[in-house]
């Protein structure tokens, strides 16, 4: 079964080296994983005031996060921190109090930067949102990608061949088999439960 993917990507930049991460990873794992890119450019400011009327653009950002099985997290790091469009597409989708489009989604966390860390703070900032919002988030491999350019894709957008497409490789398998994990996982327990009850009513 190919689980649904919600990719929100944190950089609006037409030419993003994240944007292509993301692409590269749906397209290694388009048999197991059915990628579709979220968009956030378009949405207004997270306003409560709001919450009773919300903009159109609101609502067709929960519903296609709300459908899918898990989301990938793909963003630069702006100022050691999470770029505040991605952080306001988060509060949007966590909103109104209680209706959470993230909850008990699994996810992971890619950044992308030309820089030798790699973006490990917004990661980190991103990952700090995901323990709040209840989203079971892979742990490893952590992908903080230092040193991407231009240079790391073909014309294509694709990724060339070398170490940073096999650290992609290695977590596009480990995010299916997460997302994969917590599913089934659920879905035992979820029996388990209903066979207990029976037994439970059949020795009443
Ligand atoms: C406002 C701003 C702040 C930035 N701050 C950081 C930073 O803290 N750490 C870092 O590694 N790169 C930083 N950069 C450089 C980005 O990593 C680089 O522009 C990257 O290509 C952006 O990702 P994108 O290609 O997906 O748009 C910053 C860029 C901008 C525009």
Not at 6 to 30: F, H, Q, W, Y
Not at 144 to 172: M, N, P, Q, R, T
């Amino acid at each position: 079964m190919a689980y649904k993917i919600a990719i929100i990507v944190g950089s609006l930049r037409e030419g993003s080296i994240n944007r292509k991460v993301a692409r590269s990873i749906c397209g290694l794992r388009n048999d197991n994983l059915d990628c579709s890119m979220v968009e956030i450019g378009d949405l207004p400011l997270y306003n409560q005031d709001l919450d009773g009327n919300p903009p159109e653009q609101w609502l067709r950002f929960r519903e296609q996060v709300g459908a899918a099985h898990g989301v990938l997290f793909c963003s630069p790091e702006y100022n050691r921190g999470i770029p505040g469009v991605l952080k306001n597409a988060i509060d949007v989708g966590s909103r109104p109090y209680g209706q959470s489009v993230f909850d008990k989604k699994p996810a992971a966390i890619v950044t992308a930067s030309p820089g030798s860390i790699g973006g490990f703070g917004a990661n980190h900032q991103i990952r700090q949102a995901c323990v709040f919002l209840n989203m079971p988030v892979m742990q490893q491999p952590e992908a903080y990608l230092g040193h991407v350019s231009d240079d790391s894709f073909d014309d294509k957008g694709c990724l060339k061949e070398g170490a940073l497409k096999e650290i992609i490789v290695g977590l596009a398998h480990a995010f299916h088999d997460w997302v994969d994990m917590i599913h089934r996982s659920r879905q035992l327990l979820a029996e388990d439960s209903a066979h207990r009850s029976q037994k439970a009513k059949e020795h009443a």
